[in-house]
């Protein structure tokens, strides 16, 4: 099974700062990558998906970049709205394996 | 509007049984890729269970044999049946369209598959 992990698990920011985070794999999934954007207390967002693909009506401050194992989320200048968790998705391994997500990073203010 | 409305949740004893029902509106479910997704308490997403268009059904290891996914093309809604209950399937369970892409290649995998539309969530306490 492909295990996908994230870095870091949290991190602090202030508002217009650059933020990066990272997703690896096990295995090599070429782009078949997504990222999800999830705030307390609801729905998981899609943000991002094959790797580097905006999803309509997302800002551009934030993009994806990767492939093969390592990916990254940036955003570009953080906004206040941007502070959640975010977490990647792997959809090279489809069912049965199932879409294995991330643990997450969350972003919160310093 | 798009959109996908969860129900069905509550406090269930341990061995009980509930299901939990996804009301979608402007899609048609049948003609879609559905899934559940779950998150426990404090914890991550983990991915439940998925039915193509064509009516295969896909298990995560953890609640294969006790959950049924199926969808009623008639009422445009998605089910997940969950038998057997554990402590640890207490979560907020998510509906989710799986939106699938070309990839433009012809390489295998042939698509790729993202979670664009989610529910609410509805939550599941599984506590005696």
């Known amino acids: 099974d492909i295990q996908m992990t994230q870095s870091p698990s949290s991190l602090s920011a202030s508002v217009g700062d650059r933020v990066t985070i990272t997703c690896r794999a096990s295995?090599?999934?070429?782009?078949?990558l997504n990222w999800y954007q999830q705030k307390p207390g609801k729905a998981p967002k899609l943000l991002i998906y094959?790797?580097?693909s905006l999803q309509s009506g997302v800002p551009s401050r934030f993009s994806g970049s990767g492939s093969g194992t390592d990916f990254t989320l940036t955003i570009s200048s953080l906004q206040p709205e941007d502070f959640a968790t975010y977490y990647c998705?792997?959809?090279?391994?489809?069912?049965?394996?199932?879409?294995?997500f991330g643990p997450g990073t969350k972003v919160d203010i310093k | 509007e798009v959109q996908l409305v969860e129900t069905g949740g509550g406090l269930i004893q341990p061995g009980g049984s509930l299901r939990l029902s996804c009301a979608a509106s402007?899609?048609?479910?049948?003609?879609?890729?559905m899934s559940w997704v779950r998150q426990a308490p404090g914890k991550g997403l983990e991915w439940v269970s998925v039915i193509y268009s064509g009516g295969s059904t896909y298990y995560a290891d953890s609640v294969k044999g006790r959950f049924t996914i199926s969808r009623d093309n008639s009422k445009n809604t998605l089910y997940l049946q969950m038998n057997s209950l554990r402590a640890e399937d207490t979560a907020v369970y998510y509906c989710?369209?799986?939106?699938?892409?070309?990839?433009?290649?012809?390489?295998?995998?042939?698509?790729?598959?993202?979670?664009?539309?989610w529910g609410k969530g509805t939550t599941v306490t599984v506590s005696s």
């Open positions: 295995q090599s999934i070429s782009s078949y």
């Open positions: 989710a369209r799986v939106l699938r892409t070309w990839n433009g290649s012809g390489s295998y995998p042939y698509y790729y598959y993202y979670m664009d539309v």
């Open positions: 402007g899609f048609t479910v049948s003609s879609n890729y």
């Open positions: 094959a790797a580097s």
């Open positions: 998705q792997q959809s090279y391994s489809t069912p049965p394996e199932g879409f294995t």
